[in-house]
């Protein structure tokens, strides 16, 4: 497949946020937009196109059934002003597994970055330079078929859309304050957990809207079944310091996301180290590691946000502070780490940078 069937540039660019250090996330989008259409059993004209409304029927099967899946990665201005990915191939196969668990046509992993590459050499510049921001990239498909019935669509469109962002919370790299949620549940086990898609995130939306009136920035899921167990913790996979070790519940079970930050926190912690394991952690293990001083952090780890610092838990109406809610060394460590690789200000001995020429 050629990468480009077509390629039709903007005649009307428009102006770069000039204010770097303020950019809030998600809210500005770059000139173009890179499509790809599926229909008769393959996907067929990916083409470059100004960024604008899409144009379907109110038909369509992703509005009434949700079939629909996404990814999110970044694009870093290194020190010398070069742009580079980071584990872009592993999003791109996430992307693929969240296709599979929703029925929707794979989709050709190399060719889909070759796409993006090309996207990125004409909206590369829209990439800020300000520390901690970034060129955040959404690809993203939709079930378009017009169907009123229930089942898989025969005809789809793949996106990816790109805009330069700044830090997730507005806290920034800063303990935030988490309410542990005990009656609403994000994912059970045979669900959508472990994908990306946006019926996953769409039933998150009360309980974390509940929790952010009680002034929480997010909330962690317990599991499903027996309401004990850590999850993620919103929209992030979440790690405790248990008596100087890492611990971050295991994937095995198909509730949680196969976060990429989460694995790449994984192999830092082992080339640093660092003890780490996956395990199950009780609710009441944790709380009690908190009271005899045995947690001393936490935090969660994501694309968005990379790592997020946790200085607070609140479980049944208990407020329970992590590290007299400071930034913990190893939390540091760690985000400093990752920090240094994507934005080139270290060499990158995991493989995992690809610099764009």
């Not at 946000?305 to 200085?311: E, F, L, N, T």
């Amino acid at each position: 497949m050629e990468i480009l069937k077509r390629l039709q540039l903007t005649s009307h660019l428009k102006p770069k946020p000039t204010d770097e250090a303020n950019l809030r996330f998600g809210d500005i989008y770059s000139d173009h937009m890179f499509l790809m259409d599926y229909f008769a059993g393959q996907w067929r004209a990916p083409r470059i196109e100004p960024f604008g409304p899409l144009l379907m029927s109110p038909a369509a099967m992703v509005l009434h059934y949700s079939q629909t899946i996404f990814e999110g990665l970044k694009c870093y201005r290194h020190p010398d002003g070069r742009l580079a990915l980071f584990r872009p191939r592993d999003n791109f196969k996430r992307l693929n597994s969240s296709a599979a668990r929703m029925s929707i046509p794979l989709l050709d992993e190399p060719f889909l970055l070759e796409a993006l590459k090309e996207l990125l050499k004409i909206d590369g510049s829209w990439t800020p330079s300000h520390p901690g921001s970034a060129l955040y990239i959404r690809p993203f498909v939709i079930a378009t078929e017009a169907h009123l019935g229930v089942r898989p669509a025969a005809e789809y469109l793949f996106m990816i859309i790109t805009g330069p962002v700044g830090p997730y919370y507005k806290e920034g790299f800063a303990p935030i304050k988490i309410y542990v949620e005990s009656h609403y549940t994000r994912s059970a086990p045979g669900g959508l957990g472990a994908v990306k898609a946006g019926a996953s995130y769409a039933s998150s939306l009360l309980a974390t809207e509940k929790a952010a009136q009680k002034g929480f920035t997010q909330l962690l899921w317990l599991d499903s079944v027996h309401h004990r167990y850590i999850e993620e913790v919103g929209s992030m996979n979440m790690f405790f310091v248990l008596d100087g070790r890492i611990v971050t519940s295991p994937l095995a079970g198909g509730t949680i996301l196969p976060g990429l930050t989460r694995a790449s926190v994984l192999t830092v912690a082992e080339k640093l180290g660092i003890p780490a394991e996956e395990r199950l952690i009780d609710i009441d293990e944790l709380i009690t590691a908190q009271e005899t001083g045995r947690l001393t952090e936490a935090f969660g780890s994501g694309t968005a946000a990379v790592i997020s610092p946790v200085g607070l838990l609140s479980y049944q109406d208990h407020d329970y502070v992590v590290n007299n809610g400071q930034v913990g060394r190893i939390t540091q460590t760690l985000y400093d780490e990752l920090v240094s690789v994507q934005y080139g200000l270290k060499p990158d001995p995991y493989g995992w940078v690809e610099i764009l020429g």
